[in-house]
């Protein structure tokens, strides 16, 4: 895949294809957990599926190839990789440049900023802003395939870019769009000024929802929209909707800069993966880069 998202306030570059759906495995069982999603998304976009595992040590090699080797992605090219190296996030990374036309997909906890400080490998990819990435959670039930592709959006400027990359996934998938928004809901006012929330959009939820893509639909996109409204948080809500209505694919932006103090995607995100019982790509918001580059 190109970069889908460039460094500075430039527009999202969007993929024309993804030939190539890279599973890091890093000899967990857990770590398989992504294999099903990725072989999902291989038979729907047409790709081969990509093996890949970096361990610290030659001595390694051997027992990581037997794991791989394991694995079966029925009706799908694969190719299974071992490489020796002590930055997994890095090895990631290039394997996708290498490829071009390439997504990562893999299985992640999803937890958060205290993460991050013991070297979660998907913190890091993310949070190295280069390269989106599919993360499938604990809770991804892989006999629930769901439909459509949801956008899920908020007022931030790091989600007034996730739109376009949404809807060049749900063309390749083949999906229809979903925006969606997650919204804390407040009585009115007894002042009479406007309600306000600790989180999604302040103000008519909806009239938001529309503005966003009413561009989409001035071009003949069907696009759907929806309110999620949840008392608690974004994630809990989005959990409880998609248990009911589980997405193909769920979309979101990663809020959080990098750099060492912040090599995070976020805690919302991070929520998100969490309790999300569908895989979700987590796009770098477009200013990411890493303070060392």
């Known amino acids: 895949m190109t970069d889908v998202f460039v460094t500075g306030s430039e527009a999202p570059s969007l993929p024309q294809v993804v030939r190539h759906i890279v599973v890091p495995h890093d000899g967990s069982t857990f770590a398989e957990e992504a294999v099903p999603v990725a072989a999902r998304l291989a038979r729907r976009l047409d790709a081969d599926v990509h093996l890949l595992s970096a361990v610290a040590t030659v ?3 051997v027992e990581r190839e037997r794991r791989l080797a394991a694995l079966d992605v ?14 997994p996030a890095g090895v990631i ?13 893999m299985a992640s906890h999803g937890r958060g900023r205290t993460a991050a400080l013991v070297g979660s490998v998907a913190t890091e990819v993310v949070a190295r802003g280069h390269d989106p990435l599919v993360l499938v959670g604990p809770l991804v039930d892989d006999q629930r395939a769901g439909k ?12 007034a870019t996730l739109l376009p990359v949404a809807r ?4 390749l998938l083949d999906e229809r769009l979903c925006v969606l928004t997650v919204a804390e809901p407040v009585p009115e006012s007894v002042h009479g000024g406007p309600e306000h929330r600790r989180f999604g959009p302040q103000g008519d939820v909806q009239a938001f929802l529309d503005a966003q893509v009413a561009p989409l639909r001035g071009e003949g996109e069907d696009v759907e929209t929806q309110v999620v409204w949840d008392p608690i948080s974004p994630a809990a809500g989005l959990a409880v909707f998609l248990r009911d209505d589980p997405a193909f694919l769920l979309v979101i932006a990663s809020h959080a800069r990098t750099g060492l103090a912040r090599a995070v995607f976020g805690s919302v995100a991070a929520a998100i993966v969490r309790t999300s019982p569908s895989p979700v790509l987590v796009v770098p918001r477009p200013d990411a880069r890493r303070s060392d580059e």
């Not at 459509?148 to 989600?159: E, H, L």
């Open 93 to 105: 990374h290039e394997t996708v440049r290498r490829l071009q036309d390439a997504v990562a997909c």
């Open 59 to 61: 001595d390694e090699v």
């Open 168 to 171: 060049r996934w749900a063309e």
């Open 148 to 159: 459509r592709v949801i956008a899920c959006v908020d007022d931030t400027p790091a989600s």
């Open 74 to 87: 029925p009706g799908r090219p694969v190719e299974r990789v071992v490489v020796v190296d002590r930055d």
